[in-house]
């Protein structure tokens, strides 16, 4: 093999072809009272319910350009809730106090929805677009585009001004590491280059304005197999200290020993939420773990985020993308380092890795002011 041909393959990474894709992209502004006239000029606080026309209104005019433009699923938030987006065999919606979940098969489900409380003013207005159909990331431009097709009409609707609307593009792609073990013989080659160099070869230009940021979570089940990897004394005030500790530094050894230096390790129930930041944020806001990077700065190193007495169902271990993981922005090196210290870890704890799963879901995310 030749020395071009073997840095070639370095960039690439071998993914099982029982994979899913998701896309999915956000569009959020700040109601303002001037939208709220525009849209409802009758509009009055002392009305019952005041501001049911507005969201109404709104609502319909997003599922009605959708039509026009042939996007099959679309959903208006007004409630400030983060909207999180998950694969799933059966199509489901979920709230808590600060997250509103969406499952759903991009293959088999669409729909159009509404939340929100016609009694309260939300702080912003959050249109989610979700892809539909197969081959998701293949399509994942052209998706793009009527979204943004349909914004641009929806901004002359309201009379927006330049840079009123955020748009966040996100993409998954989840699989099993271990898919091979369990009878997944086909793969597909990834170079995973990043989501403007993949738009710009469609033609698609987005902004020069931009944030991106491509990290990967690992997902490991907490069952008694692990548990029984380490003492545990339930008489104690953190009695899962060792079994945190355990992971911690196992996690540590093979990150470090595949140079992934800028990642975390959560185990406090929390729900990690990964940020493009200008600065370092690693914070609790309620039921979120919010983690802020810059992947243009140096590695940040790895933190662990546990309480001793609680035992979770899952930890997730998270490894962040930073320039220096990227070569011509493709992130297929940086997925296999992962996928190395992955098989590490599972050899470590004793995974059977014909049985249980280790999954890997790999984001990339971009945001723009429209």
Not at 51 to 57: E, I, L, T
Not at 71 to 90: G, P, T, W
Not at 161 to 173: E, P, W
Not at 198 to 205: M, P, V
Request: glycine share 2%; charged share 20%.
């Amino acid at each position: 093999m030749s020395i071009v041909r073997k840095r070639s393959a370095a960039h690439k990474t071998y993914i099982p072809t029982n994979n899913r894709d998701n896309q999915y992209i956000l569009a959020e502004f700040i109601l303002s009272d001037e939208i709220i006239k525009h849209i409802d000029p009758n509009f009055s606080e002392k009305k019952q319910q005041p501001y049911f026309q507005c969201y109404q209104r709104l609502s319909q005019l997003l599922f009605t350009l959708s039509n026009d433009f042939k996007i099959k699923s679309s959903v208006f938030v007004a409630n400030d809730k983060l909207v999180r987006v998950r694969y799933s065999q059966e199509m489901h919606q979920w709230q808590t106090s600060q997250q509103i979940l969406f499952y759903y098969d991009p293959q088999v489900h669409e729909l159009q929805n509404t939340f929100f409380d016609a009694n309260k003013k939300a702080k912003k207005i959050t249109l989610l677009f979700l892809a539909t159909g197969e081959d998701i990331r293949v399509n994942s431009a052209i998706f793009h585009q009527k979204t943004n097709n349909l914004l641009k009409c929806f901004s002359q609707h309201l009379s927006l001004q330049k840079g009123d609307i955020r748009v966040r593009d996100h993409q998954h792609i989840t699989y099993d590491i271990f898919a091979k073990n369990k009878g997944c013989s086909g793969s597909i080659a990834h170079k995973l280059r990043s989501i403007a160099q993949r738009y710009q070869s469609q033609d698609i230009t987005l902004p020069e304005e931009q944030s991106a940021i491509n990290y990967a979570v690992i997902n490991l089940t907490i069952n008694h197999r692990i548990l029984n990897l380490v003492d545990i004394d339930s008489t104690s005030h953190d009695p899962y200290n060792p079994l945190y500790t355990y992971l911690t530094d196992t996690f540590s050894l093979v990150a470090k020993r595949f140079n992934l230096n800028n990642g975390a390790l959560i185990a406090n129930g929390l729900v990690p939420i990964v940020r493009h930041s200008l600065h370092e944020i690693i914070s609790r806001v309620g039921e979120l773990q919010m983690l802020g990077y810059n992947p243009k700065q140096s590695p940040c190193g790895l933190v662990s985020k546990w309480q001793a007495d609680q035992l979770v169902d899952n930890v997730q271990f998270i490894f962040v993308a930073t320039n220096s993981d990227s070569s011509d922005n493709r992130y297929g090196r940086f997925l296999n380092q992962i996928d190395q210290a992955m098989r590490l870890m599972a050899a470590e704890l004793e995974i059977p890795t014909n049985k249980e799963e280790l999954i890997v879901r790999f984001h990339q995310h971009i945001a723009y002011d429209f």
